[in-house]
């Protein structure tokens, strides 16, 4: 028995029968939405795997093992705790947009139609110099 089988094996018995995590979810995640909860269910896993002790009839290659896997699972614990605290976090505090005036809606509308004829009218421009430096190469030839 490989110990990736023994480590999914006892993924799969903390996944059915998960015990307590030390730690509590951040208001940060607990607060999302339905769809983020993924995230916490991952992260209650990997807690209650992390003080799982290895079984005494593991060799000491796979005793070794099974602590640079336990390392590593803490390490993930501690990048996801990080990204949670990064992202998640300012995303909530995040204040929505004002909402437009509709007096000032008519003003952005003449706007971005000065804008894009201005646009228009360079790239016009630009082609033509474009062609006429072309057909002066080709000309050359």
């Given amino acids: 028995m490989s110990l990736a089988s023994v ?50 009839s593991l060799t000491q290659e796979q005793a070794k093992a099974w602590l640079e896997q336990t390392d590593w699972l803490k390490s993930l614990n501690a990048r996801i705790e990080n990204l949670i605290d990064l992202v998640v976090a300012p995303a909530q505090r995040v204040a929505p947009p004002a909402p437009i005036d509709p007096k000032n809606i008519k003003a952005l509308q003449d706007e971005a139609v000065a804008e894009s004829r201005r646009f228009t009218f360079t790239s016009e421009l630009l082609q033509t110099r474009h062609d006429k430096a072309m057909n002066a190469i080709r000309n050359m030839k």
């Fill in 7 to 56: 480590m999914l094996g006892l993924a799969a018995l903390s996944w059915q029968n998960p015990t307590p995590s030390t730690r509590p979810v951040p208001p940060a995640i607990s607060q999302r939405p339905a769809r983020d909860s993924a995230i916490v269910s991952a992260w209650k896993v990997i807690d209650s795997l992390i003080p799982l002790r290895a079984p005494k």
